[in-house]
């Protein structure tokens, strides 16, 4: 049965690699248990109830990516998108985290909307193959900045942003040696080699890290202090274009960009293109509303999937098994934290860097193609933001098609992209 509906056969995997795929996905992409209701807990939104929330919608959205779109993509409230919520637009506009709640169901609907129309698939598909190449490749950076980080390897940097971190610290010499453990079972085709790592670095911590165990079961708390107390009203009362729009347009190049990224490393992309991308697109949109009626920021596809991609996942069948074991957290939530960010760091390093790879499908020789492909590459992970990295990628490809005379090969859509995030900066900022 699950076979006929998955696909497993056809898409040369069996029930035991994407259960443990799923496992990998899960692992690599819990941290956002406990990090998502600290940074809207800053916006003043009820902690416990925003951890809840996160592991419903997190469920929800994923076991409809796998069994909608049958794609191997866990998602969640996405980091950034989170960010902005809090310090952007709670904190830095002042506006109540009921309204914020509000302009995020309302961005949801618009990407229903879209997404029925058929309107967003023709904006991703209209990506340029240069754009689209790197995307996958800036979205490598991006995972390997984020896992040097937590890796403690990288570290903020008054005079010069970023510098080395003390790699005499425990977590960052086991960071180190769970890659090599990965990159090296890799090399020998043993199965399961990320989770491996992932294990053996978390066993290690209990000895060298100062992990300690505090049991494993604990009643969830309520999620009533959110659940549906997102203010329309009020954020049609702050405006459309001043938050409305700009949660459209991130989550639409988060998701997308992420989408195709994760889709390009396992394979699934034909002729360049997502054969289900609407489905994946209907369900990233009705995650967006459905956790916003929960109590939490922007749901979105995680990048983190491709670790489970890499461990061998390749339908929805992945997505389906990270769906089971967010809500399992709500009970266990003190073992789901026993992994430390430290562990899963070597993880996502290693598919880093194999992403890094996408560089040679760039055509070099032109640079009105290879010049905005490496300023989207470079972008998003320096502004620790993919959808700016897409946004200046964008623009500066219609510029320079413009200017070299070549206006003819741009698509329509990428003119019309072109402008709105032009129009974001100029009116609204970034």
Sequence with gaps: ??????????????????????????????????????????????????????????????????????YPIGMAPGMGLNAYFAYAVV?????????????????????????????????VNGIPHSLRTAITVGLGMFLALIALKNAGIVVGSEPTLVKAGDLHKPEAIMAIAGFLLIVTLD????????????????????????????????APPSIAPTLFKLDIPGALSVGILNVVLVFFLVELFDATGTLMGVASRAGLLVEGKMERLN??????????????ALGTSSTTAYIESAAGVQAGGRTGLTALAVAVLFPACLFIAPLAGVVPAYATAPALLF??????????????????????????????PFTYS????????FITYAALKLTTGRAREVKPVVWVIAALFVFKIVHIGT
Excluded: Q
């Design 279 to 292: 489905r994946a697109l209907l369900a990233d949109s009705g995650a967006i509303v459905a956790g916003a």
């Design 351 to 380: 598919v880093a860097c194999l992403m890094l790879r996408d560089l040679g499908d760039i055509e070099w020789g032109d640079t009105t193609e290879s010049i905005p492909a490496a300023i989207t590459a470079l972008v998003i």
């Design 1 to 70: 049965m699950l076979d006929n509906y998955f696909k497993l056969s056809a898409s040369g995997t069996t029930v035991r690699t994407e259960l443990l795929a799923g496992l990998t996905t899960f692992l690599t992409m819990a941290y956002i248990i406990f990090v998502n209701p600290s940074i809207l807990g800053d916006a003043g939104m009820p902690k416990e109830s925003v951890f809840v929330a996160t592991c419903l919608v997190a469920a929800l959205g994923s076991a409809v990516m796998g069994l909608y779109a049958n």
């Design 91 to 123: 904190l830095g506009m002042g506006v109540a985290w009921p309204a914020a709640l509000g302009a995020v169901f309302i961005s949801g609907c618009l990407f229903i909307l879209v997404s029925v129309l058929g309107l967003r698939g023709m904006i």
């Design 187 to 218: 090399r020998l085709r043993v199965r399961g080699a990320i989770l491996i790592g992932i294990v053996a670095v978390t066993v290690l911590s209990f000895f060298f890290g100062g992990n300690t165990f505090h049991g494993v079961f604990s």
């Design 386 to 393: 993919i959808a700016e990295g897409i946004a200046f990628g």
